[in-house]
């Protein structure tokens, strides 16, 4: 599995998390990795995007999440702060096709190679 997501678990509402979302068999650094999530009973959506020149971020975690990529780990790392029990949801890293423009990044289908996903649970 060329991607793994790791870091989630149960945290109170204000709470953070750092996930992660580490790359095997590729360099990360040439490519773009998306984070986006899952919620139950609802479509997976984009949360960030992050290439060797631009960061992209959904409306609802704008502000709250940082994305950022570690070359040296071959990792990319998404921290949330400031969690809402909204951000409750499975979330997965992608690595895209292409390299993404803002009205591409929030499209699953611009993406290939999944991690496993990671369980966010915000919750008191």
């Known amino acids: 599995v060329p991607l793994q997501a790791s870091g989630g678990r149960l945290v109170q509402p204000g709470g953070s998390l750092r996930l992660s979302c580490a790359a095997y068999?590729?360099?990360?650094?040439?490519?773009?990795i998306g984070w986006f999530r899952q919620a139950p009973g609802k479509e997976r959506e984009g949360v960030s995007y992050?290439?060797?020149?631009?960061?992209f971020y959904a409306v609802s975690v704008k502000d709250r999440f940082t994305i950022s990529r570690d070359n040296a780990k071959n990792t990319v790392y998404l921290q949330m702060n400031s969690l809402k029990p909204e951000d409750t949801a499975v979330y997965y890293c992608?690595?895209?096709?292409?390299?993404?423009?803002?009205?591409?990044?929030?499209?699953?289908?611009?993406?290939?190679?999944w991690g496993q996903g990671t369980q966010v649970t915000v919750s008191s």
């Open positions: 992608a690595r895209a096709t292409s390299r993404l423009i803002f009205s591409e990044w929030r499209t699953p289908s611009n993406y290939h190679y």
């Open positions: 068999g590729f360099a990360l650094d040439n490519y773009g």
């Open positions: 992050i290439n060797i020149s631009r960061k």
